[in-house]
């Protein structure tokens, strides 16, 4: 009987250990790799590899903390100093929204999502909406049946996607510059509003009034009143004389404050707005090399993917330093938290 319950004991052990909680967690999607790099919000290790598929960009985490969805996309890489004629032709078989169980770190499946996703947001539990940029398109995708459940001509070369308070999902298009808001129930363009120049993310305020659009050619951030979705302002970016390039606002993230952080590209440095004042407070220099995605953790620290450096950097944006770069080799892209 004892040899009995030691087996029940140790069994026991086995199985809460199989589902213990996990501290907050940060994925970096690796563009070059396949893979999503998982680091420990804490103390900053890199705690786990999981190969995803081709190209992951795009990343975000379900409502529930349960599930890490991922843009894979069967389009070779273009970008600055590549002859895209050259390129191979597209594998739209890898294209899809691949779906991590974030208990065990597997790929459990991976979703139709029209061709060559790159950002997308989540609507709801069910619904997500994705950018396909060789298309024109935002495609909406059912999650519980697992496909697509419609598609919506956007603007010209779609990017950033952000879901609004009222459930519209906004879309950059960085060949028009401007918005297209997207009723995903329906599904169709609702209004299109005028950004700046090549506009790449989107993010909302915590109170829901504002909208942020980073502007990468203008080096602009257009400021848009949620309710009439109109432009009530504009920030310009100021070329710091020491920075390698004039900044080219890229990624954008929110602080529970109402500041706005925002990735300079191949300036190399990270912008905080004061939402509230309308106004630039500070630039943080020297973040990584061409830094793009950017996510608050729940500690307040902010994590930055340096694709040509092949790292991440945490920030304390409380006094503008850099806490430490973290290795993650390849070319990292996009970012989410998990609490």
């Not at 779906?99 to 069910?126: A, C, K, Q, Y």
């Not at 920030?235 to 952080?261: F, H, Q, V, W, Y």
């Amino acid at each position: 009987m004892r040899a009995a319950a030691r087996a029940l004991v140790a069994l026991a052990a086995i199985v809460a250990g199989c589902h213990r909680s996990h501290g907050p967690r940060v994925f970096v999607t690796n563009e070059d790799d396949g893979t999503v790099v998982v680091i420990d919000a804490r103390s900053f290790d890199v705690i786990d590899k999981v190969n995803v598929g081709q190209r992951p960009r795009g990343v975000r985490v379900s409502g529930d903390g349960k599930w890490l969805y991922v843009a894979l996309s069967g389009s070779p890489r273009g970008g600055p100093g590549i002859d895209e004629s050259r390129l191979p032709p597209p594998n739209r078989s890898a294209d899809g929204i691949g779906v991590v169980d974030l208990g065990d770190l597997t790929l459990v499946r991976t979703i139709p999502s029209g061709p060559d996703p790159e950002s997308f947001d989540l609507v709801d539990d069910h619904t997500l909406v994705v950018s396909n940029e060789e298309t024109a398109e935002a495609s909406i995708v059912d999650l519980d049946k697992r496909k697509l459940r419609g598609r919506v001509d956007t603007g010209r070369e779609p990017e950033g996607v952000a879901t609004a308070p009222d459930h519209t999902v906004w879309v950059t298009s960085e060949t028009d510059n401007l918005i297209s808001v997207v009723d995903p129930g329906e599904p169709r363009v609702v209004t299109t509003i005028p950004t700046g120049a090549r506009p790449r993310g989107v993010a909302f305020t915590p109170d829901g009034t504002r909208a942020l659009v980073t502007g990468e050619n203008d080096a602009s951030i257009t400021l848009i009143d949620v309710r009439t979705r109109r432009q009530t302002g504009r920030i310009e970016l100021p070329r710091d004389a020491s920075a390698p390039s004039p900044p080219r606002p890229m990624g954008i993230a929110m602080t529970p404050n109402g500041k706005a952080l925002v990735t300079t590209g191949r300036a190399g440095a990270v912008a905080v707005i004061d939402v509230a004042a309308g106004t630039l407070t500070t630039v943080i220099p020297n973040v990584g090399k061409r830094p793009w995605g950017i996510a608050v953790a729940p500690s307040g620290l902010v994590f930055t993917a340096n694709g040509p450096s092949g790292d991440v950097s945490v920030i304390d944006p409380a006094t503008s330093q850099i806490v430490q770069h973290i290795h993650t080799g390849g070319s990292p892209w996009g970012i989410a938290i998990a609490p």
